[in-house]
């Protein structure tokens, strides 16, 4: 089955399942800036609006410090070191050693991701996935920012006000039911273009615990995050987010739940959603973004959308980057 979205409308996620050999399930072919992904949701008329959602013009930047988890939950993401020298009395100059740029508040480009059964995003071959080439990369993103509409999903306000705090400590995966209870409750609409932030309370319970806590966190290798559905999947497809974005270490629950439908198609990622999200539908996926303050001030003026700035480092082949998220109330 040929889908073309020249015109701008798109095929529902099922009928994505429906596309011939490699191509069901994917979003490979559709969009008309190829290495752009879902956020060619966004349209100029979208950006338009949005700024129907600055109300109040309050501005919070939606990044931790680079060295906040420090440890944090990466096995390998080291905090980097900061040296700042002179070459005369009236100069002062700076660089960063072992920058990891996935290591705090952090967007995933689509060469993050390998789709273990089909590749990479639009069948982009693996030896173009390397330093120097663009094919894919995270400048797609910061040549044309990601500017729109953005809502936000109080997960952690909606769960604490029933008396069902989440419980971080277990890492609890968040069902998409949840996400449609908070949706509902806040009386949300989500639509085409928007970007998604899923407040959890994740990121601040993490940076309260002492040295010891966190390591044994690191250590138990459990997460709070989204529970692993094809539903889950349709959803956000379906809903035309060009962004889905959350205050926690992966976005999905780690690990993986174990009835995860792709755990056979995703064995590398064991049975993680970042394959179908990232190189099947084209969709970059936010992490350990600061949603605290924003979700506090937005429960205090009952508006849960707001303008939002989304802007990477320009680094050619990137494949993922500090997020340099700004939201506008």
Not at 81 to 88: A, G, K, L, Q, V
Not at 128 to 148: F, H, K, S
Not at 212 to 234: H, L, N, S
Not at 258 to 274: C, Y
Request: aromatic letters at 8%.
């Amino acid at each position: 089955m040929t889908f073309l979205a020249g015109d701008g409308t798109y095929p529902t996620f099922a009928q994505l399942l429906e596309r011939e050999g490699g191509l069901a399930g994917t979003s490979w072919g559709l969009f008309p800036e190829p290495d752009r992904g879902t956020p060619s949701f966004i349209t100029r008329d979208a950006i338009l609006k949005a700024t129907n959602c600055v109300r109040t013009g309050t501005v919070f930047g939606l990044d931790y410090p680079a060295d906040a988890f420090d440890p944090g939950m990466s096995l390998k993401r080291s905090a980097p070191r900061h040296t700042i020298y002179s070459s005369h009395p009236a100069h002062r100059d700076d660089y960063l050693d072992g920058y990891y740029l996935q290591g705090s508040t952090q967007i995933d480009g689509l060469r993050h991701r390998r789709a273990d059964d089909v590749g990479f995003y639009n069948g982009t071959p693996d030896d173009r996935i390397r330093e120097g080439t663009p094919d894919l990369g995270i400048q797609e993103w910061a040549d044309n920012p990601i500017v729109g509409r953005g809502v936000l999903v109080d997960l952690d306000g909606h769960r604490t006000a029933l008396g069902e705090p989440i419980d971080h400590a277990a890492g609890e995966p968040l069902s998409l039911d949840l996400i449609r209870e908070a949706i509902e409750a806040q009386d949300l609409t989500i639509g085409p273009g928007d970007v998604l932030m899923l407040h959890t309370g994740w990121c601040e319970w993490f940076l309260a615990l002492t040295p010891e806590e966190k390591q044994r966190t690191r250590d138990g290798r459990r997460a709070t995050g989204i529970a692993q559905t094809q539903d889950f999947v349709a959803w956000a497809w379906d809903h035309r987010l060009a962004l889905l974005a959350a205050d926690n270490f992966a976005l999905e629950c780690l690990p993986a739940v174990p009835g995860s439908p792709f755990l056979d198609s995703a064995p590398n990622d064991h049975g993680m959603m970042h394959q179908q999200l990232l190189a099947k539908l084209g969709m970059p996926l936010g992490e350990l973004w600061r949603l605290g303050p924003l979700s506090r001030h937005m429960r205090s003026i009952g508006k849960w959308d707001t303008f939002i700035s989304v802007k990477p480092l320009n680094i050619t082949g990137g494949t993922g980057s500090p997020a340099n998220a700004t939201a506008v109330t």
